[in-house]
């Protein structure tokens, strides 16, 4: 478990140093993938880091975060017609001292997860 604790962490990390903003891939059989992202972002809503699950609020207490500050956080859901069985997906959008910006998207128990190219 420490194992894949240290590995997801490390995921996160390097997500938060790439400075492309990448969409999350959700698959689905019901919907196209181009499709599917339009449907999630028009379900984005603003939240406050204080409404975080746990999860992602452990996550973000990490040490390669502590250069990192919070400028934005998201809920992502599907709307519908999307299939209802698609868990939500938190974005937390970053900004370092150097004005750089990045994004790193979670799932609800803080798990990172990988976006498409």
């Known amino acids: 478990m420490k194992k894949a604790f240290s590995l997801a962490l490390a995921f996160a990390a390097f997500a938060l140093v790439?400075?492309?903003?990448k969409a999350q891939t959700v698959p689905s059989t019901q919907l196209p993938?181009?499709?599917l992202r339009q449907e999630l972002?028009?379900?984005k809503q603003e939240i406050k880091k204080e409404e975080?699950?746990?999860g992602v609020k452990q996550a973000l207490q990490h040490d390669v975060l502590k250069e990192w500050?919070?400028?934005g956080v998201y809920k992502v859901v599907p709307v519908a017609?999307?299939?209802a069985d698609i868990a939500p997906v938190y974005e937390v959008y970053f900004t370092n001292a150097a004005q750089q910006h990045t994004v790193a998207r979670f799932?609800?128990?803080?798990e990172a997860l990988a976006g498409d190219e």
């Open 69 to 71: 500050q919070v400028s």
């Open 107 to 110: 799932d609800e128990t803080g």
């Open 52 to 54: 975080l699950p746990e």
């Open 18 to 21: 790439s400075l492309e903003a």
């Open 81 to 83: 017609p999307v299939a």
């Open 41 to 43: 972002q028009r379900g």
């Open 33 to 35: 993938p181009s499709e």
